[in-house]
């Protein structure tokens, strides 16, 4: 297995592994099945593999999932960067254009959620702590930007990011513009590489991280979602694969796999490529519960994105819709 590469983190000159470990499924809420000793060993493993980024939130079951990234980040001492969310305080998800940030991040929020998930991880930073909800129309809008710079005065967090709401990579443009926020996170996966565009190229002039979450889709680039998959009761992909959209999603994923030659097992290897050739993207973050997809994820972090040519004929499986609603 190839060692794992680094990237920098934009201007916050942080050095994070290729891959990151998204922590929204071991919250055991949203996501259903992960048990804990499971997820610390997937993370266990991917440390050992050199992965030293986590992506987790307060909302991810409450602050279970930071819970479990915290034991094992006292663990490993100052050598595992931690990213967390705070939550919109009127819990609408994704963020109201008409809705004024006063009522989504007022500044004793802002402070309460971060001095929560300081005592859920049970560490005295977050490296970096964003918003879980964002819209443009937030810049230059309420005080949470005094109550982000007191908390890094503190020692409290070390730097700000957001995360843009589904398929809305624009929906930032101006915030990064401002010089405000040092990372974004954006869906960015085979099917929706709309980032590229105008966010992307935005960042790397002025020096922004870059997460690329949803790397496989939920699951559905993986190819192991078929129209045959059952998912536990009151898992959110029940929702997200609802109707008739696993039989789409499955047949999208053969014709992937045929066009770039590749059997269906090179599928989860292939996406994770894909968003790692983009020289913008900083980190790609998969949801991952246990040590084999750990070890496999870890394991193609090399340095390396996909040829040209398998990039050219991935532009045509371009796939603009949004399963987040229903
Ligand atoms: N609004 C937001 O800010 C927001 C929203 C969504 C996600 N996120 C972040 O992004 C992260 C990634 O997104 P996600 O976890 O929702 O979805 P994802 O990474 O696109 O997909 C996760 C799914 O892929 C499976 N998988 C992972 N590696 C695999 C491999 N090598 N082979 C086969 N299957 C594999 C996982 O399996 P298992 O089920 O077996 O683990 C899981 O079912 C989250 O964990 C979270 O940190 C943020």
């Not at 998912?231 to 694969?241: C, T, V, W």
């Not at 290897?269 to 993207?281: C, Q, T």
Request: hydrophobic fraction near 40%; glycine fraction near 10%.
């Amino acid at each position: 297995m190839a060692p794992m590469n680094y990237r920098t983190l934009g201007r916050t000159g942080l050095k994070v592994s290729e891959i990151g470990f998204g922590a929204w499924g071991i919250g055991q809420k949203q996501w259903v099945g992960a048990k804990d000793e499971d997820s610390v060993a997937a993370l266990e493993r991917a440390i050992a593999l050199g992965l030293n980024f986590v992506d987790t939130a307060l909302a991810y079951g409450d602050g279970h999932s930071e819970q479990v990234v915290g034991r094992v980040a006292r663990k490993h001492a100052g050598k595992l960067l931690v990213a967390t969310k705070i939550p919109p305080k009127n819990r609408l998800w994704p963020a109201r254009r008409d809705i004024p940030v006063k009522e989504v991040f007022p500044s004793d929020h802002v402070v309460s959620c971060t001095e929560t998930s300081l005592r859920n991880l049970g560490l005295e930073t977050i490296d970096l702590q964003q918003f879980h909800v964002w819209t443009d129309e937030f810049a230059g809008q309420g005080d949470w930007l005094s109550a982000l710079e007191k908390l890094k005065q503190q020692g409290k967090i070390r730097f700000f990011g957001i995360s843009l709401g589904e398929h809305t990579p624009d929906n930032g443009l101006r915030l990064v513009a401002s010089g405000l926020v040092d990372a974004v996170q954006v869906i960015y996966n085979i099917f929706d590489p709309s980032p590229g565009e105008k966010l992307f190229p935005l960042c790397r002039k002025l020096g922004v991280g870059v997460l690329a979450r949803v790397p496989l889709d939920e699951g559905g680039l993986t190819g192991r979602v078929t129209p045959a998959t059952v998912f536990p009761d009151g898992d959110f992909r029940n929702s997200y694969f609802s109707g008739d959209r696993k039989r789409q999603v499955f047949e999208r994923v053969q014709r992937i796999a045929a066009d770039l030659g590749i059997g269906l097992e090179g599928m989860p290897e292939a996406a994770l490529r894909f968003a790692l050739s983009h020289p913008a993207v900083s980190t790609v973050i998969p949801g991952m519960r246990s040590v084999r997809n750990a070890e496999a994820n870890c394991g193609i972090a090399d340095g390396r994105g996909l040829p040209e040519e398998q990039l050219r004929k991935l532009e045509s499986h371009r796939w603009e819709r949004n399963f987040y609603v229903n």
